[in-house]
């Protein structure tokens, strides 16, 4: 049995293809934020490869949210070790 969804690491840089023209018209602040979106896409193609979605973009947006997950999380480790540091000081 072929497979019905072309393979995913060139389907992935097709579709960050077709945002070219939305990233040209960003900010070149924004363009950096673009490009660390799509470099978490780059980052999560072996999962994306696995989840065989048709729509490559969610995949897209799912790594993207899964980096800011991860974000969130180290930035709560470190405030809560800042609390705990300035209870200790008290």
Same mark, same amino acid.
């Given at each position: 049995m072929g497979r019905t969804l072309p393979p995913f690491?060139? %389907?992935l840089e097709c579709?960050?293809?077709t945002w070219k023209e939305f990233r040209r018209g960003?900010?070149?602040e924004d363009k950096r934020?673009?490009?660390s979106i799509m470099e978490s896409a780059r980052?999560? /193609?072996d999962a994306g490869s696995? /989840? %065989?979605r048709p729509l490559i973009s969610e995949v897209i947006f799912?790594?993207?949210l899964l980096e800011q997950q991860k974000q969130i999380r180290k930035q709560l480790e470190i405030?809560?070790?800042l609390q705990e540091k300035v209870e200790h000081n008290d």
């Open positions: 690491r060139p %389907a579709e960050i293809e960003l900010r070149p934020h673009f490009d980052k999560h /193609a696995l /989840a %065989a799912f790594s993207c405030i809560t070790q």
